[in-house]
């Protein structure tokens, strides 16, 4: 398998074993006001380096965690943000000088970035349940980078897929070559017979399911007759109730045997026009369709970076100077293609804290006990990340104390 060298590699590629096991301090916990014992679910806000936050959560947490959510800085070099995008915040060069010694000082923007990643991912897998996926929203800048590392340490065989979210709801003209509109999120699974749940169907999935012939067996769509596979049944002609004749096209076969084709349309299931000399289609009923599968394109029903910002507004105010959250439904999308009920979901690079906003959600949906853990390095762990799940939790502008049950410790690296 092909692999990506960079300076710094030997250093880190195994320096998350010499990461020193640190006991995590209890800063302070919150439960929502009319917090139910009984039900008490025990989520982490953690303050510190993810490095030595992740190597502290594995004696509880190895091999336990379902969902791993991350959006690292995207290594663009821009410094204007709130945290530092450059990997030079002064505790990762600090860091990098430790770690890599000498040959730090001719490192790229690029090398830094990987050696940065590299050990965190390491700790994320081992993270990571059998039956579990990471998720990491990345864009043009590195993932070109991020691939193949993700490749090395998750395995070829476990890639998943590179999802594609439209974040941009309109264009931004000012560019000087493209809008760029979308980000990717890359999708590992830690063993390779990984099954994304299917999607909830939806009104839109729905709606293309019409009844114009009244068919007692509810809505329909018309499906294709015909198939590009050769198939030895699959060529002969049949009259349509006008005794008009139908035919495969050259080079296609009908998808049933006459016999079938027959059988199906003396159920009413084969519709020939409203005239009933069109081309015959077999109809798909709306009854018999599953949930729906997981689409790699994923639009602005997912919400975007406008819809984030506002999100952020209505929490705090039309306080919050955080650039870059992830809207709460975009990540929601994930959770329910990779979390169970009552599964573990951690982001190290939690931001302003969305996945937690997304776990507690989605509890709230459906009763569930999902537990979060977020860590963030900067000193707004406390004001903007732990404030957040705060706010969720109180049911911000929502006026109704619905999140009880659920609590949330600060922790942070002694
Ligand atoms: C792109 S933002 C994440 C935004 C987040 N998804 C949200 O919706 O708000 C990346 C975050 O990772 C944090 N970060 C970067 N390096 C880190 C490290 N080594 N340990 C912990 N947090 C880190 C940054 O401070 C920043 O808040």
Request: charged share 30%; hydrophobic share 35%; with cysteine.
């Amino acid at each position: 398998m092909p692999t990506l060298h960079w300076v710094g590699k030997d250093q880190v590629r195994n320096h998350h074993r010499d990461v020193t096991y640190r006991v995590l301090r209890d800063h302070y916990t919150f439960k929502a006001t009319s917090s139910c014992p009984k039900n008490t679910v025990d989520n982490k806000v953690i303050q510190g380096d993810n490095l030595e936050a992740l190597k502290s959560l594995l004696p509880e947490y190895e091999g336990k965690v379902k969902c791993v959510y991350i959006d690292p800085p995207y290594n663009t070099g821009n410094e204007g943000w709130v945290y530092n995008d450059n990997v030079n915040d002064p505790r990762i060069k600090k860091w990098l000088g430790k770690v890599v010694g000498k040959e730090n000082e001719d490192m790229s923007r690029q090398d830094k970035w990987l050696c940065m990643m590299y050990p965190r991912l390491k700790l994320l897998h081992r993270l990571l349940s059998d039956d579990g996926s990471i998720w990491v929203s990345i864009d043009d800048n590195a993932v070109g980078i991020l691939r193949p590392i993700l490749d090395e340490i998750f395995g070829v065989g476990n890639f998943v897929t590179c999802v594609i979210w439209e974040k941009a709801d309109s264009p931004r003209n000012s560019a000087n070559q493209f809008s760029t509109d979308h980000d990717y999120i890359l999708v590992y699974s830690k063993r390779p017979n990984w099954v994304p749940a299917r999607l909830a169907r939806t009104a839109e999935s729905d709606s293309i399911y019409e009844n114009p012939d009244d068919d007692p067996n509810g809505s329909w769509i018309a499906g294709d007759p015909f198939a590009n596979k050769p198939y030895s049944k699959g060529l002969f002609t049949i009259s349509g109730p006008t005794g008009r004749e139908f035919s495969p096209p050259p080079g296609r076969f009908w998808r049933v045997s006459e016999d079938r084709l027959r059988s199906l349309d003396s159920e009413g299931r084969v519709w020939w026009g409203p005239t009933g000399d069109a081309r015959p289609s077999i109809k798909r009923y709306l009854n018999e369709v599953g949930d729906l599968v997981p689409r790699t394109l994923w639009k602005k029903d997912v919400g975007s970076n406008r819809s984030s910002k506002n999100e952020m507004r209505a929490i705090f105010s039309g306080a919050s100077s955080f650039d870059t959250p992830k809207p709460s439904t975009l990540i929601a999308r994930i959770l329910d293609i990779a979390a169970d009920h009552d599964s573990i979901v951690l982001d190290s690079f939690a931001g302003s804290g969305t996945t937690g906003h997304a776990v507690l959600k989605a509890n709230l949906q459906d009763e569930g006990t999902r537990r979060f853990v977020l860590i963030e390095m900067m000193d707004y762990a406390e004001s903007l990340t732990a404030e957040r799940i705060k706010r969720v939790m109180e049911g911000y502008g929502e006026k109704i104390k619905r999140y009880r049950g659920s609590e949330v410790h600060l922790r942070t690296i002694p």
